[in-house]
């Protein structure tokens, strides 16, 4: 039975934009695709020194287990483009899985809910728009935490 998964989107490399509504059509490689937020504009959380991102975030509806959905978010990052440079270091695509279903996963390189999921502004801005069940997460951010994730017309 196809579980409701939480993938977070961002880029800062290139044509940031296009590279997150391209992210989107491959999404839907991996299942239903149910909802597409629109894009916000963040600063750089981590690394700083680097342009801003754009985020997003989507609902598939997937028949893959957490571990092989991780596999196919790698597997399409490095197809489009994506190299390894250094943490939160700038990336021409990152693909994030949030939430999967209520499933709990806790191992050395996959931690869902994501592990820094409830500090994020730029993640749950664009998941609350998509899914009010994060609403409240994000209400729990300080105000200027949310008011620094700036959502783009126009796309």
């Known amino acids: 039975m196809p ?5 977070g989107i961002g880029s800062n490399v290139g044509d940031a934009q296009s590279h997150v509504l391209h992210a989107f059509e491959r999404l839907a490689e991996l299942g239903t695709l149910v909802a597409c937020s629109p894009l916000y504009r ?6 700083t020194e680097q342009e801003p991102f754009v985020n997003a975030a989507a609902i598939v509806e997937t028949e893959l287990e957490p571990r092989p959905l991780l596999a196919e978010l790698k597997r399409i990052e490095t197809q489009e483009g994506r190299v390894a440079t250094f943490r939160w270091g700038p990336r021409v695509l990152d693909l ?14 996959l931690v ?19 899914d009010p069940r994060w609403v ?8 200027g935490e949310r008011a620094a994730v700036v959502e783009l017309v126009g796309r």
């Open 136 to 143: 409240p997460a994000l209400d729990a951010l300080p105000p």
């Open 112 to 130: 869902i809910p994501h592990a820094r999921l409830y500090e994020r502004a730029f993640a749950l801005v664009p998941l609350a728009a998509i």
């Open 96 to 109: 994030d899985i949030l939430a999967y279903g209520e499933r709990r996963v806790d191992e050395p390189d």
């Open 42 to 47: 963040s600063a750089p959380w981590g690394v």
């Open 3 to 7: 579980e409701r998964v939480a993938i």
